[in-house]
């Protein structure tokens, strides 16, 4: 007898026990938490890093103490760092050979070489602005120079990474030359890639 009321009272402690469980369908409210795991970190490209382009030009000589005119063609090379979506440093490098003449009949070949560092902004619309200062050589007297540039990336670029960008720009320089030339301005349009 002592034996079956202690097992009576086991079973009615256990059913106790279930009894006081809550039932997830009639409260769902009371079922236990589903473990959800936590959102990865979002992983973002960087924009940040060495960029180089290429272009070629065609352009226009002029002005100066001896009234210089002629027709250039050239290349132009970029080399520099992309510091994030909108700016960048490049050293901009410029060699062209064409025909000149001075105000006084005199006329012949010659060639330009100009290298500056130039800051660039580049606007939501693919539109880029720049400007810097450097140093050029007009065929044999050179001095300091300096450059502005407003182009147009007309392809948007929807890779992730580096990708070439074609470019058309519109490249002005003005050149203090020294030996009596005084000041000559350049004005070029190129078109070429960069790739950044």
Not at 116 to 139: I, K, S
Request: charge should be neutral.
């Amino acid at each position: 007898m002592r034996r079956f009321s202690l097992v009576v009272l086991c079973l009615a402690s256990t059913s106790s026990v279930a009894l006081a469980q809550p039932d997830p369908a009639s409260d769902p409210a009371a079922a236990p938490a589903a473990s959800v795991p936590a959102p990865e970190p979002a992983v973002t490209a960087s924009t940040s890093g060495l960029r180089n382009g290429f272009s070629l030009s065609a352009g226009q000589e002029f002005g100066g103490d001896r009234d210089i005119s002629g027709m250039m063609f050239g290349v132009d090379w970029r080399i520099g760092w992309r510091m994030n979506e909108a700016v960048s440093v490049h050293l901009h490098s410029h060699l062209s050979f064409g025909s000149a003449k001075e105000g006084n009949g005199a006329s012949g070949g010659t060639g330009t070489f100009a290298s500056a560092l130039v800051g660039e902004y580049t606007l939501p619309m693919r539109v880029f602005l720049g400007g810097g200062v450097g140093y050029g050589v007009l065929n044999n007297p050179s001095g300091l120079l300096i450059e502005a540039r407003a182009g147009y990336y007309p392809f948007e670029n929807k890779s992730a990474g580096k990708a070439r960008r074609l470019n058309v720009a519109l490249d002005y320089r003005s050149y203090f030359a020294n030996q009596g030339y005084g000041r000559v301005d350049h004005v070029a349009l190129s078109l070429g890639y960069d790739r950044f």
